[in-house]
């Protein structure tokens, strides 16, 4: 290993020592990856807290800031032209008490399973508004060689488990173990497929994907992916996670989907965000968050939530808040609109000016207005409370995967992409 007092340099292939307390670059350099080392910038952690205030007229239980951590619905019928409530409710796959698709207990099952015994049933959909699981509570352990099993238990249900390995250009290599079963009548059916890649790059991935029907007929598909690659336009290595879940009743007409998704690199810089849909019988609801932490105490967050009946009343919730060095802004809306098309909406704004004074300012369609300057403190989080450092701990299976060696004299197969990053990566121009 070469070093030196800017850096320091290890083989492809090599493990990595992805630490929290520092950044690293990568850096192809002849063969070798090179990390450059720099100390961690400490920023404070502003603590958030709930701006309600910024809304004088009360509007049932406020806007939620939560950034998408609760679940929750509209109780349509307390809804008036210029009356909604935002209530929430426990984390079932359907807010409907009725519905056996809901109340049907979780199952689970050993996923360490002897080799001469078949893969045990996974008969349980997936839960809704439990955001990406961390790679522990999947237990994805790959077989070491290959293999190609099938059996038939004594109840009749079959059973079946495959593995192997994909090879390709620049060190590429796929691990993967398939398995899965019915039962004797064909009424319930599973599917998982455990993965693992990694390539002469650094780059290296670590997924699952699984599915399955129940005797109710009940269905559901559900995948994670964890992945650490080199940023090509700033050299920093980043960790990204994703889920995708997805479920629909066989008794009634209920389904949900949730996409979920968080990126991080060495540096701080930081985004996450979900997108989810549901359906229950007459009732459809949406909602999107988000949030960027750039690592140098830039902020933007922002939630959109909306639902709709099939009788033609909407109703929704939406709001956004962007802050640096003390100074920034929340805005957002509340709305309902009937049958007939008549809209109430109620819309609200702070100003936030950094030296503790805050423009509140908002109004109504139904002539509510407020204009107001008031002496108050401005509280926001400067920093995820899951960051870069929370990642790196929790993704110890993903930094120990191994790639093939490398034999000697074999250069890479350098694709440089676009001649340009994307937008919202692009450095900020000084002015002159």
């Known amino acids: ?53 910024a809304m004088p007229i009360n509007s049932g239980n406020g806007v939620d800031k939560s950034g998408g951590g609760e679940d929750w619905r509209f109780d349509a019928k307390k809804m008036s032209a210029n009356y909604m409530r935002i209530q929430a409710s426990s984390s079932m796959p359907f807010p409907s008490p009725q519905s056996r698709f809901v109340s049907k207990p979780e199952k689970f099952f050993s996923r360490c399973i002897p080799r001469n015994s078949g893969p045990q049933s996974r008969d349980s959909p997936p839960k809704r508004d439990t955001g990406i699981a961390n790679e522990k509570d999947w237990g994805i352990s790959l077989l070491n060689d290959n293999v190609n099993e099938t059996g038939k238990n004594e109840d009749g249900n079959t059973w079946y488990r495959e593995s192997g390995e994909d090879l390709g250009d620049n060190g590429y290599r796929c691990r993967w173990t398939r398995m899965g079963g019915q039962s004797n009548d064909g009424t319930l059916e599973w599917k998982e497929t455990w993965w693992e890649k990694s390539d002469w790059t650094g780059y290296k991935e670590l997924g699952v994907e699984k599915s399955g029907k129940n005797a109710e007929g009940d269905s559901w598909w559900e995948t994670w992916r964890e992945v650490l690659h080199q940023d090509e336009w700033s050299n920093l290595a980043r960790i990204e996670r994703s889920a995708q879940k997805q479920a629909k009743s066989g008794t009634e007409n209920a389904g949900w989907y949730e996409n979920w998704w968080e990126k991080y690199d060495a540096k701080g810089w930081t985004e996450k965000g979900a997108h989810k849909y549901g359906r229950l019988n007459e009732q459809s609801w949406w909602e999107k968050w988000g949030e960027h932490y750039d690592g140098r105490g830039s902020v933007l967050k922002w939630t959109d939530k909306w639902a709709e009946t099939e009788l033609g009343t909407k109703w929704g919730d939406k709001w956004e808040e962007k802050f640096f060095a003390g100074i920034g802004s929340r805005q957002g809306e509340t709305w309902h609109v ?6 109430w909406s109620r819309t609200w704004g702070e100003e936030h000016f950094g030296n503790g004074k805050v423009h509140k300012y908002g109004k109504s369609t139904t002539g509510e207005s407020w204009d107001i300057v008031v002496d108050e403190g401005t509280y926001y989080e400067a920093e995820p409370h899951y960051g870069w450092a929370d990642v790196v701990g929790d993704s110890t299976q993903l930094l120990s995967i191994e790639p093939r060696e490398r034999p000697p004299g074999v250069f890479l197969n350098m694709d440089f992409g676009p001649s340009v990053p994307p937008e919202d990566e692009l450095p900020p121009t000084s002015s002159q």
Do not use: H, Q, W
């Not at 070093?3 to 493990?15: E, L, Q, Y």
């Not at 009937?338 to 809209?343: A, N």
């Open 1 to 53: 290993m070469a070093a030196s007092s800017r850096g320091f340099t290890v083989p492809i292939g090599a493990k990595l020592d992805v630490s929290p307390s520092v950044y690293y670059y990568y850096r192809n350099n002849g063969g070798f990856l090179e990390f450059r080392r720099k100390k961690r910038k400490l920023i404070s952690n502003i603590k958030c807290c709930c701006s309600d205030s």
């Open 338 to 343: 009937s049958p007939s098309g008549e809209r």
